[in-house]
């Protein structure tokens, strides 16, 4: 349905910023929401942040509401995530999902039918 590519990973020191990009095409119109988790190795894939495409309406993990700005662009088919204030617990790689157009749970991973290959972002002093 649409093709994902995630930007802006890196290794930063605790108390950075960073900002993850995502660039979305194919049939971007069919979507309902858009994304952001992460995994890290041995732990499933959670839920950080996302939203619904045309409302642009957010929801947040309690872990980094307040650090992290998730934001889209329609007119250039972009999906953003500001990570402010770092930890080393969010430490991960990061993933952009897409769902399909039905109107679904935005923190669900179920949700969610394209994915994109993941950036990783790395935070250690």
């Given amino acids: 349905q649409v093709q994902l ?18 660039a979305v095409s194919g049939r971007p119109e069919k979507v309902y929401a858009l994304g952001w988790f992460r995994q890290v190795p041995g732990m499933e894939r959670e839920f ?13 993990n309690d872990a980094v509401r307040g ?7 329609n007119a250039r088919n972009t999906l953003s995530l ?7 617990a969010d430490t991960a790689v990061y993933y952009c999902a897409a769902s399909g157009p039905e ?4 923190s669900y991973s179920e949700s969610y039918i394209d994915w994109g290959q993941g950036t990783r972002v790395t935070v250690s002093s």
């Fill in 82 to 88: 500001q990570m402010n204030r770092l930890k080393v």
């Fill in 5 to 22: 590519v995630e930007s802006g990973g890196g290794s930063v020191q605790p108390g950075a910023s960073l900002r993850l990009s995502c």
């Fill in 67 to 73: 650090r992290f700005a998730v934001s889209r662009d």
């Fill in 48 to 60: 950080v942040a996302g939203l619904i495409r045309m409302d642009g309406l957010t929801y947040y």
């Fill in 103 to 106: 109107q679904v749970p935005v």
